[in-house]
Structure formats: C-alpha cells, structure tokens
C-alpha cells in the first residue's frame, strides 16, 4: 500500500499554502513572545482533545476533560472521556519530548502502547521432576523470578529512552475465529511503514503542504484502527520538527471542527488538501483570538492586585485560571493551598465569570 505524491496540483494549492504559511508564522512568532505563552499552550491540550474526539464522532465536554485530569470528577468518566484524556496525555508527551521524538519508530512505539509483556520476554521457570525440591526452593525461586521482570522492566525502559525499539510482546495467534478483535488482512505495522515512507517524501515540500499531505495519507492508509486521533497529532508535531511552528503543539482539530465533514473527506484529494490547509488557517486565527482574550483577561485580573500585600494568594490564581479552560475551587484550593472557602473568595476577588451555571460543581473562568 503505497500513497502517490506524483500528481500533486501545486499550482491550484499555492494560495492556499501561501495563506496558511502566514497564518502559522504569525501565531508562532506571537506566541513565542507573548506574556500568557504558557497558559495559552495548557489551554491549546485541553481544547486540542475535545476537538479529536469531535472530529472522530464524539462529544467530550472541555469542563469534564479538565477535572478529570485533575482526578476531581463530578461523575463517573465515560468511555469517550477516557479516549480524550489519553489524547491529551499524548499531547503532553510530544510537547515534552524531541520535536522529531514522535515521528521516529521508539517515539511510534511508546505512543501506540507496543511494549512487550514481562511474561513474554522473561525465561519461564523450568518444572522440578521432584516435587519435594520444589517446595524446598520455592521461596528462592519466586525471588529469582521478581528479580528478573525487574531486570527486563529496566532494560526495556533503558531501550526506549535510548531511542530503540521496544520488543512487541504481541501473540502470533489468537483464538479470534470472526475477526472481532484483529483483523488479519490489517496489518498495522505495514501500514504505518507506508506511512513513514511519506515522511521522507513531505520533507521536500513546504513544511505546510507537508503536513497537508501527511494528514491525507493518514487519512487515506488508516494505519492505527484504534488510536486514529493519533494522525493529527502526529501532523502537528511534524510542523514543530519542521520548524514551521516551534512555539506550542498546534491545535490542528479545533480548525478541523470547522470544515464541513464531506469536504473532510471527499473523494477528490484536491479538495480534501485545501480542506486541510483551510483548517490550519482557522486553527491559527483562533490562536491569535485566543491570545488576544487571555492577554485582556490577565490585564483585567491583575488590576485587582492594586494594593494586595505583598503575599496574597490571588497571582497564583490567575496562572491557573489563564492555563486551564475552567478551575472549580477544589483545583485553586490544592493549587494555592487553601481552604475551599478561601478560595471562593479569592475567585469572587477577581471577579472570575461562572461558566457551569449549576449550583453544585461550580466552576470559573474566562471567554
């Protein structure tokens, strides 16, 4: 399974690609230099994860994604809440890892979850014929075998942080006559290899119509059936490796949200190109928007800090209101160590706006 990059239509893209080369270089160049850079980078996680989850079919409420990181849920999670914390999981790593860490194979590994199973790379115990000499050397060797899932435990995490390639512990056969778990005729790995094959090739495009064309052939190949959401994040990590947008993660999913679904996904690849070049331009104008709210909002706030002891509680509840969407007073109460009275009145001090409108599990934050 090969993706064709032959018959690429440069001349009717090249506005496009020119728009969305602007767009991108004035959010990074704003962000690099801003005073709410960090916040506006925690906010971009949260919001990135709802948006895939979005993308893919499913609704995940911002407010619950956020207090289920903080493990402070109103409710149970539901199963597209634990999808969308695992999305955003993942964009933390590729934040805090190399900006090429996530497109290598080790990178590939650690994000698709392929590690191997101790009991697969261990040595089994061969069985004593006498069973009196195994009860005798029981307890020594238990001992033994701990010791030995610890060594492999070590090695292996020795191996990834090396850069290797972790050994899959997957089983050669499974017991799946209907195909409900793996499909054989899907092979994953082949796949995601005919994907990275494309990465050499986007390397001789613009860094934006690169990552337009790995969006499409993620799209196209399908390398992972259960982790699809991956693609995006991957595409917004090729950009940072590229050096296109060195700032934050882009937010690709929040301009994706915007375009029409069946311009998405269109038969015609022409029209699914300046789909995605169309979104990268939505996602950065509402970069630059969220900016310049967050910027107002931190003006506003520090206002209030007009003859405030030199020790007051309240800056430290602007740097957590700024960086995540929504803050209940449990999170401010553990983030500036107070009671959760002392922190209704530090939020009603900085006259926070309630976003939730309910009278349990009230939460704040600023549009």
Same mark, same amino acid.
Request: aromatic share 6%.
């Given at each position: 399974?090969?993706?064709d990059?032959?018959?690429?239509?440069?001349?009717?893209?090249?506005?496009?690609?020119?728009?969305?080369?602007?767009?991108?270089?004035?959010?990074?160049?704003?962000?690099?230099?801003?005073?709410?850079?960090?916040?506006?980078r925690?906010?971009?996680?949260?919001?990135?994860?709802?948006?895939?989850?979005?993308?893919?079919?499913?609704?995940?409420?911002?407010?619950?994604?956020?207090?289920?990181?903080?493990?402070?849920?109103a409710?149970?999670?539901?199963?597209?809440?634990?999808?969308?914390?695992?999305?955003?999981?993942?964009?933390r790593?590729?934040?805090?890892?190399?900006?090429?860490?996530g497109l290598?194979?080790? /990178? $590939?590994? %650690?994000? @698709?979850? +392929?590690?191997?199973?101790?009991? &697969?790379?261990?040595? *089994?115990?061969p #069985?004593?014929? =006498?069973?009196?000499?195994?009860?005798?050397?029981?307890?020594?060797?238990?001992?033994?075998?701990?010791?030995?899932?610890?060594?492999?435990?070590?090695?292996r995490?020795e191996?990834?942080l090396?850069?290797?390639?972790?050994?899959l512990?997957?089983?050669?056969?499974?017991?799946?006559?209907?195909?409900?778990v793996?499909?054989?005729?899907?092979?994953?790995?082949?796949?995601?290899?005919?994907?990275?094959?494309?990465?050499?090739?986007?390397?001789?495009?613009?860094?934006v119509?690169?990552?337009?064309?790995?969006?499409?052939?993620?799209?196209?190949?399908?390398?992972?059936?259960?982790?699809?959401?991956?693609?995006?994040?991957?595409?917004?990590?090729y950009?940072?490796?590229?050096?296109?947008?060195?700032?934050?993660?882009?937010?690709?999913?929040? /301009? $994706?949200? %915007?375009? @029409?679904? +069946?311009?998405?996904?269109?038969? &015609?690849?022409?029209? *699914?190109?300046? #789909?995605?070049l =169309?979104?990268?331009?939505l996602?950065?104008?509402?970069?630059?928007?969220?900016?310049?709210?967050?910027s107002?909002?931190?003006?506003?706030?520090?206002?209030?800090?007009k003859?405030?002891?030199?020790?007051?509680?309240?800056?430290?509840?602007?740097?957590?209101?700024?960086?995540?969407p929504?803050?209940?007073?449990?999170?401010?109460?553990?983030?500036?160590?107070?009671?959760?009275?002392?922190?209704?009145?530090l939020?009603?001090?900085?006259?926070?706006?309630?976003?939730?409108?309910?009278?349990?599990?009230?939460?704040?934050?600023?549009?």
């Amino acid at each position: 399974m090969r993706y064709d990059l032959t018959t690429l239509p440069l001349t009717t893209l090249l506005p496009a690609i020119v728009k969305a080369e602007d767009m991108l270089a004035r959010l990074d160049e704003r962000v690099l230099r801003h005073v709410v850079a960090d916040g506006f980078r925690e906010r971009g996680h949260f919001f990135d994860a709802a948006g895939a989850l979005w993308v893919g079919g499913e609704l995940v409420h911002v407010e619950d994604l956020v207090l289920h990181d903080a493990r402070m849920d109103a409710r149970a999670p539901t199963h597209e809440l634990t999808i969308a914390h695992a999305v955003l999981r993942s964009r933390r790593r590729l934040w805090n890892a190399d900006p090429s860490w996530g497109l290598e194979m080790a /990178g $590939l590994a %650690a994000l @698709r979850g +392929d590690v191997g199973e101790v009991e &697969d790379i261990v040595p *089994r115990r061969p #069985a004593s014929a =006498e069973p009196d000499a195994q009860e005798e050397d029981e307890d020594q060797d238990d001992f033994g075998v701990d010791f030995a899932e610890i060594d492999a435990i070590l090695a292996r995490s020795e191996k990834i942080l090396n850069g290797g390639v972790p050994d899959l512990g997957r089983p050669e056969t499974i017991d799946d006559p209907l195909a409900l778990v793996r499909d054989e005729d899907w092979d994953e790995d082949e796949r995601l290899e005919s994907w990275r094959a494309v990465i050499r090739e986007a390397d001789l495009l613009p860094p934006v119509l690169g990552a337009a064309v790995l969006f499409d052939a993620w799209e196209r190949l399908e390398p992972l059936r259960r982790q699809h959401w991956l693609g995006g994040l991957l595409v917004s990590a090729y950009l940072r490796s590229r050096g296109k947008v060195t700032s934050h993660l882009f937010c690709l999913n929040i /301009g $994706l949200k %915007a375009v @029409r679904h +069946d311009r998405r996904r269109a038969s &015609d690849r022409n029209t *699914r190109l300046a #789909a995605f070049l =169309e979104a990268m331009v939505l996602s950065a104008d509402s970069g630059l928007k969220e900016l310049d709210r967050l910027s107002l909002a931190k003006l506003q706030m520090e206002l209030r800090l007009k003859d405030r002891r030199s020790n007051s509680s309240l800056p430290e509840v602007i740097d957590i209101v700024l960086s995540r969407p929504i803050v209940s007073t449990k999170m401010i109460a553990r983030h500036v160590g107070v009671t959760p009275r002392g922190a209704l009145n530090l939020v009603s001090d900085l006259g926070l706006r309630e976003m939730t409108g309910r009278g349990r599990y009230r939460g704040w934050g600023v549009l």
